[in-house]
């Protein structure tokens, strides 16, 4: 790995299975990675980073991609995609799908995977469509939902873990929507980095990031300290459902199967006129 003594900025949740994955690089601790200045941000706030081009590496939803990938460039790791891990649509009282027409629906961002997955779902389960969708930080839909501020609320990240805490109901999961319908697995979140760092250094950056994921997996206690540092969720076996449910093999290297899932998702959103097309060679660099 080529060293470079130039910071770069990036910026990730602070979610359990994003400090994991960065906290070896974080700490200056992968040999030759160039050194990091570190922003913690909820996923809809790094989504309008990367469309403003704010930062050199973001980690955003698949969704934002086609807005993003002239000035940035996906890193085939780092991210998160996976099996039996999508988001999930939770009420206060038990239903189903078609109980959600005309209804007030919270969602993390709307350029977020996890609405894209909403809306190809909704269009297939919801005769009529949802009513007015309300953007909230992750962490303050569920409260929604349980106070009655909103009908229902479609969590992602450790909520799907918490959520009968809230006394809520899980009308759907948006991943198992997805893999019966296209058997590939859920794209959620991504690694981006600008285009204009250079091919050269952007294949580092996508060293840097496998070699901090492995070395995570290698030692997992010693990024422990800094995941519940971050973790809306402090409950360390929770954090450990998150880490293991959202940091697999995809994490390290897309691979076949993670290339086909997000041109499978961006694709079938582009055709339901919800994303903008994709070039055909704009997920490489």
């Excluded at 973790?231 to 450990?240: I, L, N, R, Y």
Aim: aromatic fraction near 8%; charged fraction near 20%; include cysteine.
């Amino acid at each position: 790995m080529t060293s470079t003594t130039e910071t770069l900025r990036i910026a990730y949740s602070p979610c359990p299975n994003d400090t994991f994955v960065f906290h070896a690089w974080a700490y200056g601790q992968v040999p030759g990675a160039p050194p990091i200045d570190v922003a913690f941000a909820d996923i809809d706030i790094t989504n309008g980073m990367a469309e403003r081009g704010e930062f050199d590496i973001l980690k955003v939803s698949y969704a934002v991609l086609p807005w993003v990938l002239d000035e940035y460039a996906l890193l085939p790791c780092g991210g998160a995609l996976g099996r039996g891990c999508g988001p999930l649509v939770l009420t206060r009282e038990a239903g189903t799908g078609a109980e959600l027409t005309g209804k007030t629906v919270a969602v993390p961002s709307e350029r977020s995977t996890a609405y894209l997955l909403f809306r190809l779902w909704a269009a297939a389960e919801v005769p009529g469509g949802v009513g007015e969708i309300v953007v909230l930080p992750f962490h303050e839909i569920m409260p929604a939902v349980r106070d009655g501020k909103v009908d229902a609320g479609l969590v992602i990240h450790e909520a799907r873990f918490t959520y009968q805490q809230y006394g809520l109901h899980k009308v759907a999961d948006m991943g198992e929507h997805w893999e019966q319908t296209t058997g590939l697995p859920i794209p959620l979140g991504a690694i981006i980095a600008k285009r204009s760092l250079g091919s050269e250094k952007l294949h580092a950056l996508a060293e840097a990031t496998r070699a901090s994921v492995r070395m995570a997996w290698d030692d997992p206690e010693a990024s422990r300290a800094y995941v519940l540092e971050h973790s809306q969720e402090m409950d360390p076996k929770v954090a450990e459902q998150h880490i293991g449910l959202y940091v697999n093999e995809f994490t390290a290297d897309l691979g076949d199967d993670g290339y086909a899932a997000v041109r499978g998702l961006l694709t079938r959103a582009a055709a339901e006129g919800l994303v903008p097309p994709l070039s055909p060679d704009a997920l490489t660099f």
